[in-house]
């Protein structure tokens, strides 16, 4: 069992309470002066517009991208869904919901990329990861904008929401295959790999990409290719949990 799926599994704990939705209430409304977030009930409340009886298992109140926003992880009644978990992404200051993806297994990082191309002008991506983060999973994008600056960028690994980024110093040389060239050649070989980690490295004075990621059977595997000529050097099953 990766680390991936048992920081998953240490994950799903007594629910929080149930809530369930008989009668209509109207939405929650405040003006602009107001400075407290929605309360969380009234939230909930809500969510049977859409989602019907549910099961909150956590929340949490973060700030993401200058916003402030509740993570409600829930099922949508007190059996779980064949969806399984699920997390919403709500404004707490507005309730307007924000974003609703599945907790089976991460957004690929294809569609984060996308999110964060929105923002930057994205040159070259160096390194990307999954994480625990006192619980919660967060996938990592370093990468170099067009201005040349390195960004260290960490974003909600099944919504992809920017949670937070930073700028450092970091001296790149060579003329590398873009990461989202490697990937495109990595799926027509495994069209749903999940992909949890990516490094670059130079192996015996080779420039080489590293990534970890989950093939067809969910097994944990581990791709190197060769950064400059795109050549697959080995593609086999992830010996230790370092990978």
């Known amino acids: 069992m990766n680390t991936f799926i048992r920081s998953k599994a240490l994950f799903i704990l007594v629910p929080l309470f149930a809530v369930t939705l008989t ?10 002066t107001t400075k407290r ?3 969380l ?3 909930i409340s809500q969510m049977r517009k859409q989602h019907g009886n549910v099961v909150v298992y956590n929340t949490r109140l ?6 402030t926003v509740r993570f409600i992880d829930f099922t949508p009644e007190f059996k ?3 969806q399984g978990m699920q997390r919403l992404v709500v404004d707490a200051f507005t309730g307007k919901e924000i974003e609703l993806a599945t907790m089976r297994f991460p957004m690929s990082l ?8 929105k923002k930057h002008q994205i040159a070259n991506i160096t390194k990307t990861w999954i994480e625990n983060n006192q619980g919660n999973e967060i996938r ?4 170099t904008d067009t201005r040349k600056k390195h960004w260290h960028a960490e974003t909600d690994a099944y ?16 003329n590398q295959i873009p990461l989202s060239d490697i990937l495109n050649d990595a799926r027509k070989a495994h069209k749903n790999m999940i992909i949890l980690r990516t490094t670059s490295k130079n192996r015996n004075n080779v420039p080489v990409r590293e990534i970890v990621y989950l093939d067809e059977n969910r097994y944990r595997k581990h791709l190197i290719v060769n950064s400059i000529t795109g050549e697959t050097i080995s593609d086999q099953l992830a010996t230790t949990s370092l990978y």
């Not at 009668?23 to 602009?32: M, R």
């Open 62 to 67: 973060i700030q993401e991208d200058r916003r």
């Open 140 to 143: 990592v994008v370093e990468f």
């Open 159 to 174: 919504t992809g929401l920017l949670l937070n980024e930073h700028t450092f110093e970091l001296k790149l040389s060579g």
């Open 23 to 32: 009668a209509a209430s109207p939405a929650y409304c405040q003006t602009d």
């Open 37 to 39: 977030p929605i309360p």
């Open 110 to 117: 294809e569609k984060i990329l996308v999110n964060l191309r």
């Open 80 to 82: 779980a869904s064949r």
């Open 41 to 43: 009930e009234q939230i």
